[in-house]
């Protein structure tokens, strides 16, 4: 039995050394030391030896074992490292190369450099950019906004409420932040308030979600003309410096007196007729395009805000709100809405 245990020992350790592959290595180990192999055989049969063999063939068996263990597991080993540098030489990559394809650089989408453009703009007029909550309260949105009870806006029809919180709702404008702001601040306050608003609406020229760019100043002796000087340079800064405006009467519940504020067209120079004799299609001949409301702000308004600071008998202001789709709209030539949210790349990288 002894001379048996040796010779599988010394043929063990023969193919151990002879092994070319991991996968070899491990069909040794099944072969010299698994379940089914001759070496485990003898282990489990010396309960069956006389008893003054079982305890030499027990010791010579296991030294045995334990030798083939330490042997396979160092080849093991071994054999892993040359593998991993043999597969490193083989897949080894100039990581200075540039990638196959190279990606192509991302950039800003049309939304959000109109926003910011139109920020800079006020923000060169002395304006500071303000946010605020899209998820709002009743109070805010339309009650300090001098919106009565029985207001179409405040309709399900118009508005999206929380379920389970009747006075709670996705702002239907950016304006909220008119109250919100000037509770943190005594007056003067110059701010514009850029956002994501909701309102139940879905064309080619209304989205369910939309962006707005909200315009508040308040201070003593402010009037309708510097109304009119602000938004005519803000005009001129995305338009063009050739542009003239265009106020018409109009009703906001937050505003007295409300406007509407038409830009000359940019694209017809104003006349309503292009280069060949044809009418238009951007102002459809009238030579003015509707750009935005406006308007001085109601003294019922700064009344909620009165212990702030804001005394409509002291102090008083304006308000103006743009839709940013629409001015991208004007600005690119895109014909509908709904094209800014498809993330069809193809439209998207015309504006990179």
Not at 15 to 38: N, T
Not at 73 to 96: F, H, N, P
Not at 138 to 143: G, L
Not at 306 to 332: K, N, P, S, T, W
């Amino acid at each position: 039995m002894l001379e048996r245990i040796e010779e599988i020992r010394a043929e063990a350790v023969a193919a151990i050394d002879a092994a070319g592959s991991s996968a070899e290595l491990e069909g040794l180990r099944v072969r010299y030391l698994g379940r089914k192999a001759e070496l485990t055989g003898v282990l489990r049969g010396i309960a069956d030896l006389p008893p003054e063999e079982r305890g030499e063939v027990g010791g010579v068996a296991n030294k045995a074992r334990k030798e083939l263990e330490a042997l396979l597991e160092r080849a093991t080993e071994a054999q892993d490292a040359a593998e991993l540098d043999s597969q490193l030489l083989a897949d080894r990559v100039d990581v200075t190369l540039p990638g196959a394809p190279p990606r192509p650089v991302g950039h800003q989408h049309l939304i959000a450099r109109t926003t910011r453009q139109i920020e800079d703009i006020m923000i060169g007029l002395g304006y500071h950019v303000a946010e605020g909550p899209e998820v709002e309260h009743d109070y805010y949105n339309f009650t300090a906004l001098n919106h009565p009870e029985g207001h179409p806006a405040r309709m399900l029809q118009d508005t999206f409420y929380v379920q389970s919180h009747p006075d709670v709702l996705l702002r239907t404008h950016t304006s909220p932040m008119q109250i919100r702001a000037m509770e943190t601040q005594p007056p003067p306050i110059f701010i514009v308030v850029p956002g994501k608003v909701y309102r139940r609406d879905s064309d080619a020229t209304h989205s369910p979600m939309f962006h707005q760019m909200e315009g508040l100043a308040i201070a003593e002796g402010l009037t309708l003309a510097d109304l009119k000087g602000t938004l005519l340079a803000m005009c001129q800064g995305i338009f063009g410096g050739e542009r003239e405006l265009r106020l018409r009467p109009h009703f906001f519940p937050f505003t007295e007196p409300s406007i509407e504020v038409d830009v000359s067209c940019f694209q017809c120079g104003g006349s309503g007729t292009l280069a060949g004799g044809e009418r238009c299609n951007l102002c459809k001949g009238q030579g003015w395009i509707e750009i935005l409301g406006a308007g001085m702000v109601d003294p019922n308004v700064l009344g909620f805000v009165e212990d702030y600071g804001y005394d409509a008998e002291r102090v008083q202001g304006f308000a103006f709100g743009l839709g940013i789709e629409r001015v991208a709209m004007l600005r690119h030539g895109v014909p509908d809405l709904r094209r800014f949210f498809d993330n069809d790349v193809r439209m998207l990288e015309q504006f990179s």
